[in-house]
């Protein structure tokens, strides 16, 4: 399993502030296991990596292929909760250099911002290709994911045929309503649906994260599996003390309460770059509403330490952070060693590289600490489906307990509608008049 040590935040805060949130953590789970809570229509999460079935797999994996022995490259198009979860786990099981390789089907994103220049070089770089795109939406009416679905079906379509498109492109979303719905049940697309009780950034354990996982050649069930082992290790009947989840919420609302406002999530391995993505979206989202929520921001480290790392040492001291630690590489390298030695490093020859990654990590909670930046580590044993699935529903949980200890509905997200009214009214989009005319009024 993956472990949770607290004991460098202990500088900053009493045990027992910890263990003083005992009964509100032990309320919040209650509250999510019963569904007493504000958003309990948005609990579907909760116990899904067990309601998981081996049918339901084998029809992800199924289609899954369909998609790669078809596809070189397969779109996910989708934003938020309808892409960073996929993303996030295919790219921390992803070599490094991925995208240069020509082995497997590669897997791409769009529908998640609306650059022109970066729609355009995408359909450049796909008009030799024979692409495919899983089309993700759960209100099926997203602006950034329709527009980029639009162009790519179009090319799709014209690139490979009205039947091949028609086999290469599936859809994920509303079991009924939705622009996305109509269209993929005009066009006879393979769809999967997204739960009615399941918002998007808690959806990665649906076909929107499962299916894009698939296509990029991992295993599903492995993933699952980890899911379900951290779902029963972080369950209500589990006690506080020894509940990963519960002591992760426990003690972040502690550190929030003293004043430490943003938490850091660090990783020493560039690969879970969109782990931090997805995480950010979990907890931003999450908990940032009614003027409250620590704001969650992230580093990906040795590298940033030579820019954010001053900040982090000697900035406000309103941070701490949590390490996200891979205790063991896929890959073994050894530092050679050299005859001149002009770079002096020879003091490092026979070590594995991974070697000095570790005591880099190791020396940067230690100054961190004497910084005044508490210290919570997150140790993953290695990266594969199995562990990130007990990381990803870790976090889940412990966001869902998070929330209701800080006070607020973790389900939903009203913040996000604000730049959306704005940027139809100022569009002119039909319905919106009344908004336009207002909008003109301040420009
Ligand atoms: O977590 C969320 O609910 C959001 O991030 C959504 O996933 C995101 O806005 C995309 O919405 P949709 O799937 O409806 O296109």
């Known amino acids: 399993m993956i472990t949770l040590n607290t004991k460098k935040v202990l500088p900053f805060i009493q045990k027992e502030a910890v263990t003083a949130l005992k009964p509100q953590v032990m309320n919040a789970m209650q509250m999510l296991e019963k569904g007493t809570g504000e958003g309990a229509d948005f609990l579907g999460w909760l116990h899904l990596p067990s309601s998981i079935t081996d049918e339901f797999l084998s029809d992800i994996e199924q289609t899954a292929k369909v998609l790669r022995d078809n596809c070189d490259v397969v779109v996910v198009a989708g934003i938020g909760g309808s892409y960073l979860g996929a993303r996030a786990v295919i790219e921390a099981l992803n070599s490094n250099f991925q995208a240069y390789s020509a082995q497997q089907t590669a897997v791409v994103y769009a529908g998640h911002n609306i650059s022109e220049d970066y729609l355009f070089e995408l359909m ?59 269209l993929a049940t005009q066009e006879g697309y393979k769809t999967y649906v997204i739960p009615d009780n399941v918002g998007g950034r808690f959806s990665v354990l649906t076909p929107v994260g499962l299916l894009p ?30 509940n990963l989840a519960a002591q992760y919420a426990a003690v972040r609302n502690a550190l929030y309460s003293t004043g430490k406002k943003i938490e850091i999530l660090v990783n020493f391995q560039p690969k879970l770059h969109y782990v931090s993505e997805w995480w950010k979206q979990l907890y931003g989202e999450s908990e940032g509403k009614d003027g409250k929520g620590i704001f969650p921001a992230s580093v990906d480290f040795s590298t940033d330490l030579h820019s954010m790392g001053q900040w982090i040492q000697e900035g406000e001291r309103t941070i701490f952070e949590t390490v996200v630690s891979v205790e063991k590489t896929r890959h073994e390298l050894l530092v050679p060693s050299d005859e001149q030695n002009l770079d002096g490093l020879n003091f490092l020859a026979g070590k594995h590289v991974d070697e000095v ?32 699935g007990q990381l990803l529903y870790f976090f889940e949980k412990a966001c869902g307990i998070s929330g209701y200890v800080l006070g607020v509905n973790p389900f939903n997200q009203p913040g996000v509608e604000a730049y959306k009214k704005n940027m139809f009214a100022l569009l002119n989009k039909p319905g919106y008049e009344e908004e336009s005319k207002a909008i003109q009024a301040r420009l």
Not at 136 to 147: C, P, V, Y
Not at 151 to 173: H, N, Y
Request: proline share 2%; net charge positive.
């Open 357 to 388: 990654n570790k005591m880099a990590e190791l020396g940067t909670q230690l100054a961190h600490v004497d910084g005044g930046v508490p210290n919570i580590r997150l140790s993953i044993p290695v990266l594969d489906e199995h562990y990130i």
């Open 124 to 182: 450049q770089f796909l008009a030799d290709k024979r692409f495919g795109v899983i089309n993700i939406s759960k209100s099926g009416t997203t602006t950034e994911t329709a527009l980029a679905f639009r162009l790519l079906k179009k090319q799709c379509e014209s690139q490979r045929g009205k039947e091949m498109a028609k086999k290469v492109i599936v859809a994920v979303t509303d079991a009924k309503k939705g622009a996305a719905r109509t």
């Open 213 to 242: 996982i698939a296509v990029a050649g991992y295993d599903v069930r492995a993933f699952v599996k980890g899911a379900v082992e951290m779902e029963k290790a972080t369950s209500v009947d589990v006690p506080f003390e020894e």
